[in-house]
């Protein structure tokens, strides 16, 4: 248990990466989901097959076979991701700063591997709006734009709260993976760092690694759980 | 799906999407030229000597590859299998113990025995928090090297595996189970204990039952996350699964100079892609049997713009 006293430091900078980490990836994909969502409702064929093709590609793969990709192919397309070191993020978040392309790699393949989950869960809540309102709309006659901007996506982004939340969740767990890959500086990185290297008893940092990812994942658990029943209540009222 | 959202193309419409097909297909056919083939081309990732291995059955190379993706792919669907089945029974006893202990509450007890209760609820419900709020990849490991030191060892790495996405799966599907049989409607029970079921009987004969099937989409989901997490044995535990023997053989073929990294992890890639979408339209096909007769899992107030079987299901990773 002395690893605790001796280097706590370490984990707490594991765990500072980590919501790094997934604070970009949530931006990123939440951005990019909402675009690719867009694409996967549009009234134009090919955007929406651009945006289908897109999340099967991407909800069907392991977030393993992803992150080899963004190891090997992105070096070779000739980037290492030097596009992520914008200046005065890079300064708060340093690890986006460094030489080594690894933490901006992992950042994307989570990226945009997340991506596809968020666009799911945004058009799940599109999806849960009453059919009334769309029809509504067209009858008033709004066209597709004005009918999403007014009427649909105002409903539908509080009914995607807690699909996206859990979409949320799993990526703060998924995160975890970037460690395989070299990664350092994140939580499971610590397991590496202390087990690996130092011959610490393995049990205790488990138990620390734990508790870190619980603090991030069991608090918005619980947090989905209240706003679920809260929008239940209201829904039935 | 949407297209409640907007009207039927009309010719106009018609028009502008036929243009701009025309004109974005070209446009994307130069983009995917000068940014991703060109770069890779030039690193001569296309070359035949790299692809050989994997596309010509002349090449030298190729029965070997192959063999070692039966052999990967075998091991993967064992893992996945046996995965999938401890986690449901598991899974299953978990929500039912669950259910018990709730249950359990309306009877009369010593002070005793409540606070036996009370601690019983307290622990089931801790251990669902900690193995699903914890990473799949932090189990693995943690099962891969801290088992062994109390004891529990395997020869074969298949066991951690198992072991490990059991602990997580188990519990998703769990919780999965436990809120297909909270979420049925209330008459159900009552009726239930109306013709003098006992709570364990009613849960077990009545509502679990209902549970899986109105589930059934959420389950097969979770079997999805289940064969790709089966993935992560071959990053992890060195476990002989699809993507770990890809990964062997890309570090063997890097010694003799060929990198063939590339077109390995994309093959795989493809393979995992096929596996997973044949599972998905299979749920959407056994969601569709299911809706068409006996019980419909929707209040039929909700008539909502979604409509796609697959999106019913909670989208999980």
Known sequence: ?237 | MNSVLYDAPGPRTRLITLITSIVAVPVLAYAAYRWIYLPLDHYHQFDGKIWAPIVNPGNQYFPMVWDRWKVGWLNTLKAAGLSIVASLVIGSLLALVRRQLLELRMFRMSPLKRIGLFGGRALTRTWVEVWRGTPVVTTLFFVFMVLPIWGVDFDDRLWFLVIGLTLYNSVVIGEILRSGMDGLPAGQREAAFAVGLRPWQTSWLVLYPQALRVMLPSLISQVVVILKDTSLGGLIISYEEALGVSKQMVEAFHRYNIDIGIPMYFSVGVMYIVVNYALSKLAQYLQRRLSKSGYKPVEPAAATLAALPEESAAPTL
């Open chain 1, 1 to 237: 248990m002395e690893v605790f006293s001796d280097k706590l430091d370490v984990f707490w900078n594991g765990f500072l990466g980590t919501v790094q980490m997934c604070l970009l990836a949530a931006v990123g994909a939440l951005i990019l989901g909402a675009l690719v969502a867009v694409l996967r409702i549009s009234p134009i064929p090919p955007l929406r097959a651009v945006g289908t093709a897109y999340v099967t590609v991407f909800r069907n793969v392991p977030l393993t076979v992803v992150m080899f990709f963004a190891a090997f192919a992105l070096p070779l397309l000739g980037s290492d991701a030097s596009f992520l070191k914008i200046p005065g993020l890079r300064d708060i978040i340093k690890p986006l700063g460094t030489d080594l392309p690894y933490f901006r790699f992992a950042t994307i393949a989570l990226t945009v591997y997340t991506t596809a989950f968020v666009c799911e869960a945004l058009r799940s809540g599109i999806g849960a709006v009453p059919l009334g309102q769309a029809e509504a709309a067209r009858s008033l006659g709004l066209s597709f734009t004005q009918n999403l901007r007014h009427v649909i996506l105002p409903q539908a982004w509080k009914l995607a709260i807690v699909p996206l939340g859990s979409v949320i969740i799993a990526m703060l767990k998924n995160s975890a993976l970037a460690a395989a890959f070299g990664v350092i500086g994140t939580l499971m990185g610590v397991v590496d760092e202390l087990v690996s290297q130092e011959y610490y008893d393995a049990v205790p940092v488990f138990l620390g690694v734990a508790v870190g990812f619980l603090i991030l994942t069991v608090p918005l658990g619980l947090l989905l759980d209240t706003v679920e029943r809260a929008q239940k209540k209201v829904a039935t009222r």
